[in-house]
């Protein structure tokens, strides 16, 4: 799993137009957190495409020397290709950070709007964003920012439905490609650094207390897309 990037000062490949920039962003993500494998049908499911798009897609990439591909093997990111992804995640989630905390947004409302701005804004934009906004660690979702040189930590996690009953543990991180999971823990007051206890866990479905006060159960589903750190 990555955890830091390369030094350097460049972040953006020659010719990466927005579909690009698209693409090892999101190549980066599915991988994120676990390491996990990105296959050309994973990639063509998160984008929303047809697998024979995702394939003309990673050709060209691999033409700029973003990703390095070969038949039935994972897509990976070359050294340029994550430096470009990392440059990705610092814009969309500063400006998320941005919308949250300055315009008031939800933190279920501006991953589209993120989206949009992150290929619009210039880098100029996103370092006096970085600064106005203190420098954040982390966005309003739990995932970090990756500082000016494209460095940032990653906590020690576990998703919640892996953890057992009666553990007291700290919410770190929740997937915004899930919004039942951001609305539920919206409702319920629960945040990112809020301390729930897990009271039961059973076949994935969790049940806790914390957040609003009085004990509220989460689906596996709910509860897959919730990181969180627990005592040693």
């Given at each position: 799993m990555p955890r830091t990037s390369a030094q350097g000062q460049s972040t953006h490949a020659p010719a990466a137009t927005t579909s690009v920039e698209d693409y090892a962003k999101t190549i980066y993500g599915i991988a994120e957190w676990?390491?996990?494998?990105v296959t050309a049908s994973a990639l063509a499911k998160k984008l929303g495409v047809s697998n024979p798009s995702v394939?003309?897609?990673?050709?060209?990439?691999a033409e700029l020397g973003l990703v390095d591909h070969q038949?039935?093997?994972p897509i990976r990111l070359t050294h340029a290709g994550h430096r470009l992804a990392l440059a990705m995640v610092r814009r969309h989630r500063l400006i998320e950070t941005w919308l949250v905390n300055e315009l008031g947004y939800g933190w279920d409302e501006v991953h589209e709007e993120a989206e949009r701005l992150?290929?619009?804004?210039?880098?100029?934009f996103v370092d006096r964003l970085d600064e106005r906004l203190g420098r954040p660690a982390?966005?309003?979702h739990g995932d970090p920012i990756p500082a000016k040189d494209l460095k940032m930590h990653y906590p020690s996690t576990?998703?919640?439905?892996?953890?057992?009953?009666?553990?007291?543990?700290?919410?770190?991180q929740v997937d915004d490609a899930v919004p039942e999971a951001l609305r539920i823990l919206a409702e319920q007051q629960v945040t990112i650094g809020s301390s729930v206890?897990?009271?039961?866990?059973?076949?994935?479905?969790?049940?806790?207390?914390?957040?609003a006060g009085s004990g509220f159960s989460l689906s596996h589903?709910?509860?897959?897309?919730v990181r969180v750190s627990t005592a040693a």
């Open positions: 676990e390491g996990a494998a394939t003309l897609m990673v050709k060209k990439m038949p039935y093997a992150e290929h619009a804004v210039s880098e100029v982390s966005d309003p576990t998703r919640l439905c892996q953890v057992p009953g009666r553990t007291q543990a700290v919410v770190e206890q897990v009271l039961e866990a059973l076949d994935g479905e969790v049940t806790l207390a914390g957040g589903d709910v509860a897959h897309a």
